[in-house]
């Protein structure tokens, strides 16, 4: 698979200035603030062919550029891979005080959950600019009627009904992760929103690829996502 976890997992575009991020232009950057809470010398997407390494402040690799015969465009954002959220920092955020007070930015300067929410590693993966700017903040949900909007990446955006079908590849990861983040944090999910990813998670099992990042994320964070190893369902 060309665009592995580089199709739709991620959320809405990242504006602040202390994000996680990583983009591909002439190098891939992992601001050093965020590095610092790392322990693993390098995460691996071997079906992506890429690396991110976390060795100093700024640690150029050989970036990875998507073919552009294969997606729908050529717009600014499909020539670049960003670490996103697989729950929107929207999601994560908007009810809380800070939030209604100043919207994000007000939330990572003074909201210390927020900020460990934001930074949760087992919420990010890469994906294409693009696809991860369409997604915006939607819910997932079953895409009906629509066509092939990212070439040969099948992640579909209802952009009226405001939902986003990711591929069906990563459809059971989106939800362990889903549950992953709500269970942890707290978050309040619709009870159809729940139905669907349960439907997922028994649908598409943990694949070995899926369970060796969860692993390799679990010794960064200092603990497992319990919906990956079998300790919830």
């Not at 600019?129 to 997604?135: I, L, M």
């Not at 040969?152 to 983040?181: I, N, W």
């Not at 390799?216 to 369902?233: I, Q």
Request: a positive charge; one cysteine or more.
């Amino acid at each position: 698979h060309r665009h592995a976890q580089l199709c739709q997992t991620g959320s809405e575009r990242m504006r602040g200035h202390r994000r996680p991020v990583v983009r591909v232009q002439d190098r891939w950057v992992m601001p050093a603030a965020f590095a610092q809470q790392c322990t693993l010398n390098q995460l691996l997407c071997q079906q992506a062919r890429f690396c991110i390494v976390y060795l100093s402040r700024h640690t150029p690799v050989r970036p990875w550029r998507p073919d552009l015969n294969e997606m729908a465009s050529t717009k600014p954002g499909v020539i670049q891979i960003e670490w996103e959220h697989i729950v929107p920092a929207w999601t994560l955020g908007h009810q809380r005080q800070c939030w209604q007070s100043g919207g994000r930015r007000h939330c990572i300067a003074d909201d210390p959950v927020f900020r460990a929410m934001e930074a949760d590693l087992f919420n990010l993966y890469p994906a294409v600019g693009e696809v991860n700017a369409d997604r915006s903040n939607f819910q997932f949900g079953m895409v009906r009627g629509v066509s092939l909007q990212y070439g040969t990446c099948t992640t579909k955006v209802d952009f009226k009904g405001r939902a986003a079908e990711p591929r069906d590849q990563v459809k059971g990861l989106v939800a362990r992760v889903s549950f992953y983040m709500h269970d942890r944090y707290g978050l309040n999910m619709s009870r159809q929103q729940q139905q669907l990813l349960m439907a997922w998670d028994r649908q598409y099992l943990v694949s070995e690829w899926e369970k060796s990042w969860s692993n390799r994320t679990a010794t960064a964070m200092g603990h497992p996502n319990p919906f990956v190893n079998g300790e919830r369902s």
